[in-house]
């Protein structure tokens, strides 16, 4: 099997990608409400993780562009923040699209940005569980993840898991 050669540019466009379909995955067609859930114990709502995954992916592209510019942006209603999300991973797949130089390492822009907005978008699935309205799991390796695919329209889910039982997985059979 010939291994592919991608760039860092290559790979950076690709977790994008990947931050778009699962990060859309978890806010698409969520209750009106829910933006303002609070569950017991939490310390945000979901409007305030997705403002903070929106400030993660802006502070990435300024980075890029040899910015040091880190906003903390006051959360916008749910629906805003949603369009937000989806403009800002645009707007930073155009500057890596356009063969600018890129003024910040592959390993850093991972393991900060991009690595703490896959986290938090986590967290919201999390909490549309909580709020009674789950996300249901999926085999992500199958998924149609195609790099400057960032906008609300994404491939439907390759392989869901079932949700019967409040599973997260598939059990291995016995």
């Not at 403002?51 to 910015?67: K, M, P, Q, S, V």
């Not at 390492?105 to 699935?125: K, S």
Request: net charge negative; charged share 25%; proline share 6%.
């Amino acid at each position: 099997m010939d291994q592919p050669t991608h760039t860092d540019r290559d790979m950076l466009r690709h977790m994008l990608a990947t931050l778009a379909y699962r990060g859309g995955k978890a806010i698409r067609n969520a209750p009106l409400e829910f933006g303002t859930f609070r569950a017991q114990g939490a310390f945000n709502t979901p409007v305030a993780v997705l403002t903070h995954i929106n400030d993660l992916i802006d502070w990435a592209d300024h980075w890029c562009r040899g910015e040091q510019k880190y906003s903390v942006s006051k959360p916008q209603t749910w629906d805003e923040e949603v369009k937000r999300f989806h403009r800002v991973l645009e707007e930073f797949d155009r500057y890596l699209g356009s063969g600018q130089p890129l003024h910040a390492e592959l390993e850093a822009l991972f393991q900060a940005p991009i690595a703490d907005a896959l986290t938090h978008v986590g967290q919201i699935a999390l909490l549309r569980r909580l709020a009674g309205d789950p996300v249901a799991g999926e085999a992500y390796r199958q998924a149609e993840i195609v790099a400057g695919r960032l906008g609300p329209d994404q491939a439907k889910p390759g392989r869901e898991f079932e949700r019967d039982k409040g599973a997260f997985w598939i059990e291995p059979k016995t």
